[in-house]
C-alpha cells in the first residue's frame, strides 16, 4: 500500500513543529541562510498565537549596563546552576543577547528604546545583578509569522504532530492527524527541528500549552536526553485562584503570623546585604527551599500560609516600568495583563486582604532533549531549540528552565538558539531517506486507537492524576528514596490506563496524546531523580540533603530502551574547559 493510502502526504525540507517564538525565529533565520529551502511549520495552535512567548511578561533578558556577559553567567553558575551549566553555551547565549534583540525588532517587534536609540532596559531581581530586561509589545508573534509567509513558509495549524519517522539514525519524516477533521498526515522532510515546548503538565493557564509532545516523540524516536530530574518548577500561587502566579515569596507567613521568609531567604532581612555572603544560594524570586519549607511548616501544623499583600511592592514596581505607558508604551501588553493578571490580583486584595491564603503552584519547566553548541540532537537531521531542550543544552545547570531563575531567559533563550541553529539546519544537504512503511502503520495505529474504542478512560483523567503529583511537596519538593519510589509507582499505574483511554472526538484524541507524553516526562522524572542522591541548585532530597561534587557533578543521561523502557547513564561535567569552578 502507498503512503498517499495512509494519510495525505506532505513533503519539504525542513519540517518545523511548533510555530511559537523558537519556530518563528527559525524559520526566519533559515530563510535569511538559504531562501531556497522549502520550510513547513506545523502547530496545534494558531499562526501567530502558539507557544507561551506572549502570555507573560513580554521581557527579554540583556547585559545590565556596567556589566558583563562574564559576569552574569559567574552569578548563575555560582548561585543557582551551580555547576552543571554548560558554561561556553550559556556565554554565547549572553553575549549575543543585544543582537538577538535586535533581530527581533528587525523581524518586526516593537522593542521599547531610548530617544538615543539604546534599548530601554528594567531592573531585575536582585538589584545587585548584572543582568536587566527588555521590553516588547504583546503582538511581536504576529508580525514574526507575517514575515515568514511573506518569505515564502507554509502553516499548518490545529495539527497534532505525534511521532517522528526515522530510517536507521536519521529523521525522514513524521506523522500527524488534523484537529479538526482527523485527517491523517504523513510528513516527508529532509530535516526535522522540534520547537513546541516543554513539559509543563498543565499547571496553570499561561503556559500549559506545553505539554511535552515534542519531549516525548524525541524519546520514541530514540533522541538521547539529559538533566530529566530538573522540571518541577514552583511559584507562590493564590490559593483561591492558581491561575495566577505572584512573586510573593519574600513576605509568607504562616498561620501563627510568624514571618516565614527569612528561614529559607535570609538576605531579606539582612540589613547589611553582601552578595558574597550568600553565594552559593538562590537568590531570586521564587527557590524551591522556600516551598520545601512551607510544605515543612505546614505538616509541623502550622499551615495554611498567607501572603501580607500590605509589604507587597511588585504591583508598584511593575507600574514603575513594565505596565508605565510613559516608560514604555506597551498598550496592548497592558490590556492584555490588566484583563489577565491585574484585576484578578487587585480583586482578590481587596475582598480578601491584607493576608491571602498561598500555595506552591506547579509550572514545570520540563526540557531534557540533549542537544550540542548547535542544537543538534543525536539523530541526523533532527534538532531542537527553546523550550524543548533548554536544559537538555546545559545552559541552565540544576534548575528548571525557564526561566532558569533569569526572568526574560525564557524569549531570549527561545530566539537564542532558534538562530543559532540555523545555519547547521540551511547547511544540512541529506538526501531524502526511506520511510518505513511498517513503522508509519505502527505509529498511526498508537496514536488512532483512542479513537477506535466505544468508551473508555477520558485523557483529562489521567493527566489530572500526573498533574497532582508532579505537584505535591511530597514527591517533587525534597523526597526521599521510599517517597520517589512511591511517586512512580502512581505514575505507572497511570502508564496502565493509556491502553483504555477513549477519544469521542479529534480534540480528545490529540488530548490522549498529551496524556503520553504527561505519563513519559513524569516517569522520566522520577527514574533520573532517583539516580541523583544530592541536593543541588532547585533539585532537593531530604535523605541526600548536601550537594556532592564528588560524585554528582555529572549529568545524567537517558534514552529510549525497548527493554528496560528508560536507559540511564552519567557523563562528567567538562569542568576543565570551563572558567567557573566549584569553590
Not at 395 to 414: I, T
Request: net charge negative; proline share 5%.
Amino acid at each position: 500500500m502507498s503512503l498517499e493510502n495512509k494519510g495525505t502526504v506532505k513533503s519539504t525540507d525542513v519540517l518545523i513543529i511548533g510555530h511559537g517564538l523558537s519556530g518563528l525565529a527559525n524559520a526566519l533565520s533559515i530563510k535569511e541562510k538559504n531562501p531556497d529551502l522549502d520550510i513547513l511549520l506545523v502547530d496545534k495552535a494558531s499562526t501567530g498565537y502558539a507557544g507561551k512567548a506572549n502570555k507573560g511578561a513580554c521581557v527579554v533578558i540583556d547585559i545590565a549596563p556596567e556589566h558583563t556577559a562574564d559576569e552574569i553567567v559567574e552569578w548563575h553558575v555560582r548561585k543557582s546552576g551551580e555547576y552543571l551549566n554548560n558554561q561556553e553555551l550559556y556565554k554565547t547565549f549572553i553575549e549575543s543577547m543585544p543582537g538577538v534583540i535586535d533581530k527581533m525588532e528587525e523581524w518586526g517587534a516593537h522593542v521599547a528604546r531610548e530617544e538615543n536609540g539604546d534599548v530601554k532596559l528594567v531592573p531585575s531581581f536582585p538589584k545587585e545583578c548584572p543582568w536587566a530586561l527588555a521590553l516588547l509589545e504583546y503582538d511581536f508573534l504576529i508580525k514574526f509569522a507575517a514575515r515568514a509567509k511573506k518569505l515564502g513558509c507554509k502553516f499548518m495549524d490545529k495539527t497534532t504532530v505525534t511521532d517522528i519517522l526515522t530510517d536507521g539514525n536519521k529523521v525522514v519524516g513524521a506523522v500527524g492527524f488534523s484537529l479538526l477533521d482527523g485527517e491523517k498526515f504523513i510528513f516527508k522532510a529532509k530535516s526535522i527541528v522540534i520547537a513546541n515546548g516543554n513539559q509543563d503538565y498543565r499547571g496553570i493557564n499561561m503556559w500549559d500549552c506545553a505539554r511535552g509532545d515534542g519531549i516525548a516523540a524525541a524519546f520514541r524516536a530514540g533522541a538521547e536526553m539529559r538533566n530529566g530530574e530538573f522540571g518541577t518548577f514552583k511559584q507562590a500561587m493564590y490559593a483561591d485562584f492558581p491561575d495566577v502566579p505572584l512573586t510573593a515569596e519574600d513576605h509568607i507567613y504562616n498561620e501563627k503570623g510568624e514571618w516565614l521568609t527569612p528561614k529559607f531567604r535570609p538576605w531579606v532581612n539582612d540589613p547589611n546585604f553582601d552578595m558574597s555572603k550568600y553565594w552559593g544560594t538562590m537568590i531570586y524570586d521564587s527557590n524551591n527551599q522556600m516551598f520545601v519549607g512551607m510544605y515543612k511548616d505546614a505538616l509541623a501544623g502550622n499551615g495554611p500560609h498567607y501572603f501580607n499583600a500590605a509589604e507587597y511592592k511588585a504591583p508598584e514596581r511593575l507600574f514603575a516600568y513594565a505596565s508605565n505607558p510613559e516608560f514604555a508604551e506597551r498598550p496592548k501588553w497592558i490590556k492584555w495583563t490588566d484583563i489577565f493578571q491585574g484585576k484578578v490580583h487587585q480583586g482578590l486584595i481587596n475582598s480578601k486582604g491584607p493576608m491571602i491564603p498561598v500555595t506552591a503552584g506547579l509550572i514545570g519547566e520540563q526540557s531534557p532533549i540533549k542537544v550540542d553548541n548547535d542544537f543538534r540532537t543525536s539523530i541526523e537531521g533532527l534538532w531542537a531549540i527553546g523550550d524543548s531542550c533548554y536544559n537538555g543544552s546545559g545552559v541552565p545547570g540544576a534548575v528548571p528552565a525557564p526561566p532558569a531563575r533569569l526572568r526574560g531567559s525564557g524569549l531570549a533563550f527561545a530566539t537564542f538558539s532558534a538562530i543559532a541553529a540555523a545555519p547547521s539546519i540551511a547547511a544540512f544537504a541529506a538526501k531524502e531517506g526511506s520511510i518505513n512503511e511498517a513503522q508509519v502503520d505502527q505509529y498511526i495505529h498508537d496514536f488512532m486507537a483512542p479513537a477506535q474504542r466505544y468508551a473508555g478512560i477520558n485523557p483529562n483523567e489521567i493527566m489530572s492524576n500526573i498533574r497532582a503529583i508532579m505537584a505535591s511537596m511530597k514527591y517533587t519538593g525534597a523526597p526521599t528514596e521510599e517517597v520517589m519510589q512511591e511517586g512512580l509507582a502512581l505514575v505507572r499505574k497511570e502508564k496502565e490506563k493509556l491502553d483504555k483511554v477513549y477519544a469521542k472526538d479529534w480534540h480528545y484524541l490529540s488530548a490522549a496524546n498529551e496524556a503520553r507524553s504527561f505519563v513519559l516526562c513524569a516517569e522520566i522524572h522520577f527514574t533520573t531523580a532517583q539516580l541523583r542522591k544530592e541536593s543541588r541548585g532547585w533539585f532537593m532530597r531530604d535523605d541526600y540533603p548536601e550537594r556532592d561534587d564528588a560524585n554528582y557533578l555529572k549529568y545524567i543521561n537517558f534514552q529510549k530502551d525497548e527493554t528496560a523502557g528508560i536507559r540511564t547513564w552519567m557523563t562528567d561535567v567538562p569542568l576543565a574547559d570551563y572558567p567557573y569552578q566549584p569553590e
